[in-house]
């Protein structure tokens, strides 16, 4: 299992310095991922300030070296997607080869997207992600590409440079069980990242089997395939270490960290290092 960081891309971490000093620490505590959330707006309790997390992304890369770097997740149907796959190239080559693209559809908790006139109605937007996915990845090919769907149209659009990473960026996508839209549209790509909503508590090992056994059915390749789970630990690790083992026994592959949104604390927990497994060392 490997462990990485998650944290918003709004409140302390919205200034570009500062989010990549905790990703330097993270590096040197022995992290493996740093990922950013993805949103325009945040008013609860209050309105923070925000930057958009591509910007410190690439802030992130060159103040580290190992790590991989993403979001957690970019909403796909509010953003353009030939943009969106510059803005990974971009990151991709900027880093060495290593982003990761985290994908969903968002909500519109504070108006991400009503408030600038944008669709509200979610069975668009999940039209729209899986156009946008097949857009990105087209143009990533680096061949001159095409596409006609219900939201998006190109038309011998040609993008260079490929990504370094080779088929593709990894493609993580993330979804609200037990809704199952979301999990066949994992299935075909790299990762998948579960969630529950709050009236049913945390993701749990049993979750992640339900979870995997649905989606089996739907896995068109045997390639590899990441099982992202996020929430916190640190503070009594006995019970982080049986419930970290319970997961990677049921076939999670990542575990990603929520710390504080308190700078001090944040920055505490991100210096602690990962969790452990028994005596086991994070792998990096």
């Known amino acids: 299992m490997q462990y990485g960081v998650s944290v918003p891309n709004f409140g302390v971490c919205s200034d570009p310095r500062m989010a990549a000093e905790l990703a330097h620490i993270a590096e040197d505590s ?45 909403p796909v149907p509010r953003r353009r997607p030939w943009t969106l796959a510059r803005q990974l190239t971009t990151l991709d080559h900027l880093s060495g080869g290593r982003a990761i693209m985290g994908v969903g559809l968002g909500g519109d908790w504070f108006g991400d997207y009503s408030k600038f006139g944008e669709p509200t109605d979610r069975k668009a937007h999940g039209e729209m992600l ?31 440079p490929k990504p370094v990473q080779q088929p593709r960026i990894p493609i993580w996508v993330a979804g609200m069980w037990p809704n199952k839209k979301p999990f066949r549209r994992a299935a075909q790509w790299d990762g998948v990242f579960p969630m529950l909503d709050g009236d049913n508590g ?38 982080d270490s049986e419930n970290l083992a ?6 999670v592959t990542w575990w990603i960290e929520d710390p504080s949104w308190e700078l001090e604390e944040m920055r505490a927990r991100i210096k602690q290092g990962p969790p452990r497994i028994g005596e086991q060392e994070p792998a990096l």
């Not at 095409?146 to 939201?151: I, P, R, T």
């Not at 059915?217 to 045997?222: A, C, G, K, T, Y």
Request: a negative charge; glycine letters at 10%.
């Open 30 to 74: 022995g992290w493996a991922g740093f990922f950013l959330w993805d949103h325009v707006l945040w008013t609860h309790p209050h309105t923070r300030p925000a930057s958009d997390p591509y910007m410190l992304l690439a802030a992130m890369a060159m103040s580290t070296s190992r790590i991989k770097l993403g979001t957690m997740v970019t």
């Open 202 to 239: 945390p993701i749990t090992p049993d979750y992640v089997r339900e979870v995997l056994s649905y989606m089996e059915q739907f896995r068109e390749n045997d390639g590899p395939f990441d099982v992202i789970v996020s929430g916190k630990t640190g503070s009594e690790p006995e019970k």
């Open 246 to 251: 319970q997961m990677a026994e049921a076939g």
């Open 130 to 160: 899986d156009e946008g996915l097949q857009v990105v990845t087209g143009l990533w090919s680096g061949e001159p590409f095409s596409f006609e769907g219900k939201h998006f149209q190109l038309k011998d659009a040609h993008f260079l």
